[in-house]
């Protein structure tokens, strides 16, 4: 992802390097002197001794473009500096702080945005006079509250973060904590900001030396080579061409910079390849069979997510179940099993940085004929989402959208999919059905005016509007309490029974959630799918070591010590040659270190990835 990342930035930063290049070298490159007039050559037309002509005094046009980049681009990355320095510190200091500090910082740089900023500047420059200093002070004076809003913003989310805390729980003192934990942290945006700011003060700039304010004649400048041609651009129409080039030139190659960096510095926006389905069509090889009519409502065959490029580690390999109608279908294991990113591939909500490799997800429709979803354009998965397929996630607090409304919210996807008339009272109908005690005030009220347990029944009523086929929940009931999570799970079986045919693929690490919700069980360990079968058969003989290690280390009865699996799950890029599992087990042999287990069928309905299931029983 870094290599490719790199590769995207190539092409704007060369041009970019070879601009600040060309501008560095200018005094040592053979040039006549910019400021040299010749009265007698006024108005040129190109030639071997003066390659782009000379201007209305004479002057050579190539050297005044090449020393004018010197002096613009100087006057533009030295103003974007102070500003970012200067708000940079203003926004860290009024959003770590807060309060009165934050009321002098940040609040008093956003005065500056209520002036338009050629007016301000010019303001600045008429008080100052003009000049390449009196140019920095007013443009930093310009662009400061911009670095200042993003340094706030992005200070804000981090210092409530737990790393945040932890410096602080350690006696850190204030000023640590700014330069080493939260600067490095807000940095990617700041550099963002930066650059955009650079081709924004090259444009004032020149705009203001065209005024007369900018950069004090003889000097070379851009703005006022534009100045000068427009008073002979009817004799003369190339003198008005050239400096107009390289302003949009170096304009364009800093935006295609900006673009690119953000790209890179922001790992959501990583992706390889054509965007969207037409990536994830084209990843896939063709299916060994046709879709078509498969027994049950849902059926993984084969499922396999890497990471990009030749080398990609597979993060989940040979996944595969299947999920019949009115069924819940517990999937079990440790964090960083593949439990979640399983779950988002039926969805088709992967992030974009990876990729399916191989297999099939077929979701039968009500005519009885399986498609693949792997292979539906983006358009038609965005039609079956959140109407034959929904899902809920772990933290509600972090899927609620802050500052809507939660009608608002649970309203979208009525919107999205069905008629809509009588929608408000659909979503009351909604919010009273999940069990929120004032489903009128509920609708009206925003997400943290509610608790988080009313919060997770808000988005399993939007979950639900449109009565799914396949609900898919991501551990809902983790950050919630014991009370309320006995709540939740009471209110999806009873939402299930309602829903008829509604099958559920339930996500989890807690073995007694999945006694009490579902049918059977699916155990993930390290990408893998290691045993399969009902609840009641699993729990009472676990064919797989995994298994049976996970169910020990569940409190039972009065139990005085749990038993506790040695080691760690395995990372992507360092898997086992045998069985992923065969390090952490104690019943391990030489065949589980040597050659990766199949997935075998030891009984009717169950599976198992095992080599020693037999003894194991």
Known sequence: MVHGGLRRLALPGGLLAGILLLALITPWLPLPDPVRQDIAGRLAAPAAAHWLGQ??????????????????????????????????????????????????????????????????????????????????????????????RVAYAETLSARALDYVTAQQALGARSGRILIRTLLPNIAPPLIVQFSLTIAAALLLESGLSFLGLGVVPPSPSWGLMIRGARATMEQAPLLLLWPCLALSGVVLVLNLFCDRLRDVLDPRGRTQGRPGFLRRIAALPAPASPASAVPGLLAVEGLTVALPGPAGAPLVRDVGFTLAPGETLAIVGESGSGKTMTALAIMGLLPGELRVVSGRILLTDDDGRARDLLRLPEQALRRLRGNDLAMVFQDPSASLNPLLRVGVQVAESLHAHGPTEDVQARVVALLREVGLPDPEGAARAYPHELSGGQRQRVMIAAAVANQPRLLLADEPTTALDVTVQAQILALLAALKRAGGAMGMVFVTHNLAVVAEIADRLVVMYAGEVVEEGPVTEVFAAPRHPYTAALMASMPEGEAERLSAIPGAVPQPWAMPAGCRFAPRCDFAIEACRTAPPALVAPAPGRRTRCLRWKELA
Request: aromatic share 8%.
């Open 55 to 148: 201007d209305e005094y004479g002057r050579d046009v190539l050297s005044r473009i090449l020393w004018g980049a010197r002096v613009s681009l100087s006057v533009a990355f030295a103003a974007s500096l102070l500003a970012a320095a200067a708000g940079t510190l203003l926004g860290i200091l009024g959003g770590y702080f807060r309060g009165v500090v934050e009321l002098l910082t940040v609040r008093v740089a956003e005065v500056v945005l209520c002036f338009p900023p050629l007016l301000l500047a010019l303001l600045v420059v008429t008080l100052l006079g003009p000049g390449a200093t009196t140019l920095i002070l007013s443009l930093a004076i310009l662009f400061a509250p911009g670095f200042a």
